[in-house]
């Protein structure tokens, strides 16, 4: 199976796309005006509780107050009691750390928590969260075996009595196949990111924002590169030495197969991915076996 990524950037917005044998099968679209925050790490401040819901309305600098629930809440979900109020735990007017899970839509503000992460190439880090997990994308049971405990040798490492941290790690689908030295520099590297994030949230006030994910094509090489990959594309030169300059410090190996475009047919047209993209987002999509699908968005859902 051969599988290329098209990333093809302008002013107004970065789309990305997966192509494997010829075939779409992904797209990613990121609006210069209206970037998702999924990821971002705010100080944000408690405006109102609403203990019926068991939520809160928290401002966090947008342009809408953003929504936590009860289950959100790591001091209360490790409460262990399905009845705990959320008045408890947080009040009006206090300071919170916070990520987005779910970006505004409509009316709506984004989705918090205040479980935390932070990812790299290979990694989730959920400080505190004392987990080891797999991504179930990778299915070879053996190489599930062989990462976590390549990962639980290097966490040990790390402890005055060879035990656990009380940190979580979630082991990524592009960790498939990686080695030692690869995992601990991982590691090391979200450990340094933390440590940065956590002296921001001693210092900056609420509301600000803490920490902010990458841009989309540079997410891109972090997240969506897997073994089998043949080439990346992409049509801005700016923005290819930015991603080779990424690939060179995380990534070595996909050097080779990263490529500047600059043909003057449009990028998406290569493949049909525009014309796949443009049926895709119909109101009316044809199916394979005749029948066909009416999608329509409403305030609740698509």
Do not use: C
């Amino acid at each position: 199976m051969s599988e290329e990524i098209l990333i093809n950037v302008t002013p107004v917005e970065t789309r990305v796309a997966v192509v494997e044998n010829g075939v779409l099968q992904e797209v990613y679209i990121e609006r210069s005006r209206s970037k998702g925050i999924v990821g971002n790490i705010y100080q944000g401040k408690v405006v109102r509780v609403l203990p019926g819901m068991q939520a809160a309305f928290v401002d966090v600098g947008l342009e809408r107050t953003s929504f936590i629930h009860a289950s959100d809440i790591a001091s209360l979900a490790q409460d262990g009691s399905d009845h705990a109020d959320i008045r408890s735990k947080i009040r009006e007017g206090q300071q919170l750390t916070v990520q987005v899970t779910k970006d505004p839509m409509g009316t709506k503000g984004a989705r918090l928590t205040t479980h935390l992460s932070v990812s790299s190439r290979y990694l989730v880090y959920m400080p505190g969260a004392g987990h080891l997990g797999v991504s179930h994308r990778i299915d070879d049971e053996d190489e599930r075996q062989r990462l976590r405990e390549l990962m639980e040798t290097i966490l040990r490492e790390g402890t005055e009595d060879g035990s656990l941290p009380p940190d979580g790690y979630i082991l990524r689908t592009a960790a498939e196949g990686a080695g030692e030295d690869e995992l601990r520099a991982d590691v090391d590297f979200l450990q340094r990111l933390w440590r940065a994030v956590q002296r921001r949230m001693k210092r900056d006030p609420a509301p600000s924002i803490i920490y902010e994910d990458l841009p989309l094509f540079m997410r891109t090489m972090r997240d969506l590169v897997r073994p089998g990959l043949e080439k990346v594309r992409i049509d801005s030169r700016e923005s290819f030495q930015r991603v080779d300059e990424f690939a060179k410090d995380f990534l070595p190996e996909l050097r080779a197969k990263l490529e500047y475009y600059p043909g003057e047919r449009p990028i998406f047209d290569l493949y049909s991915v525009e014309d796949e993209i443009q049926r895709a987002l119909g109101r009316k999509v044809e199916l394979k076996s005749g029948g066909y699908l009416i999608i329509d968005q409403t305030e609740a859902m698509t």
